[in-house]
């Protein structure tokens, strides 16, 4: 059977999208390596799945797979990259498209200038939706690690889980062994993303992410929106942000709690192609 796909990326975070609106994908834990592998496959951060509405007040479902296979709620650069593909392949002719994950409904748009919107929804706080086993929320919390100490951190969830740590200066951040020990810790019973924020001013941030499921991305898109929360919260950051990651600028934008986040940003097709499944 030849399976069709597309490459694509929003700022360097990489996807092998799927078209399942008219012939069913059920993917195996073998075709989604044989999909992210970048030695033996064809090589992504995630594989996103577009499929029909699961309910009428959505246009799309949309299904998202780490590159360890395991599948997440919310991957915001994987969104404007979607938005990208349903206007590229006709499949709605809609301005503004809806889109179910399996935690959240986002709404997706084209801003223009080759740019993708999309509403993230508003940030969930409190501990236990995160899920982050520490008791009462509070807008710092500290675990301590084994062979590294007390560390401090920010969490929120955007439809997945993310720890915010504030740092001097990303280039020199411990971005894969902390992000490891902290994605490993108990207190966060379904793992998390781990972001590493340096603030340069109230509208300027860079920002290093070690995602779940994946290792250090070039870019993270709810990473990039709960950062924006977190700064926020901290009063470092101001309501928009440039958030600056390895393989591009993210707009975010977010006027305070019991809101939705806004991001903007770039998405981008790279080319098409088939693989024969099984091979
Ligand atoms: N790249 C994403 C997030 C992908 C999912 C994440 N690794 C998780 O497991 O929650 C984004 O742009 O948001």
């Not at 780490?66 to 919310?74: F, L, M, T, V």
């Not at 100490?149 to 993310?162: D, K, T």
């Amino acid at each position: 059977m030849r399976l069709a796909f597309t490459k694509m990326h929003g700022a360097g975070n990489d996807f092998v999208v799927i078209d399942a609106t008219r012939t069913p994908f059920a993917p195996t834990p073998a075709l989604l390596r044989r999909l992210t592998d970048r030695r033996f496959g064809v090589g992504c951060d995630q594989v996103l799945v577009i499929e029909p509405p699961s309910t009428p007040d959505v246009d799309f479902d949309y299904r998202i797979f780490n590159a360890d296979g395991s599948e997440a709620g919310q991957c915001g650069n994987g969104a404007r990259a979607l938005a990208r593909y349903v206007r590229e392949a006709g499949l709605s002719d809609k301005d503004r498209i809806r889109v179910r994950t399996s935690t959240s409904v986002l709404e997706l748009g084209y801003a223009g200038d080759g740019l993708y919107t999309v509403d993230m929804g508003v940030p969930r706080l409190d501990p236990d939706e995160i899920p982050l086993r520490v008791g009462a929320r509070a807008i710092r919390y500290a675990l301590t690690l084994d062979g590294i100490g007390a560390v401090e951190f920010g969490a929120v969830s955007m439809g997945n889980p993310h720890a915010v740590l504030p740092v001097a200066a990303v280039e020199t951040a411990p971005v894969e062994s902390l992000g490891a020990a902290l994605q490993a810790h108990p207190a966060f019973p379904q793992s998390v993303n781990v972001g590493f924020l340096q603030v340069i001013s109230r509208e300027r941030a860079r920002l290093r992410v070690c995602e779940r499921g994946v290792g250090e991305t070039l870019a993270c898109g709810s990473g990039a929106c709960a950062a924006a929360v977190i700064g926020q919260l901290w009063g470092l950051l101001g309501e928009d942000v440039a958030m600056e990651l390895r393989g591009g600028v993210l707009r975010i934008r977010w006027p305070g709690e019991g809101h939705p986040v806004q991001m903007t940003g770039p998405a981008e097709t790279v080319f098409r192609g088939e693989i024969e499944w099984p091979s």
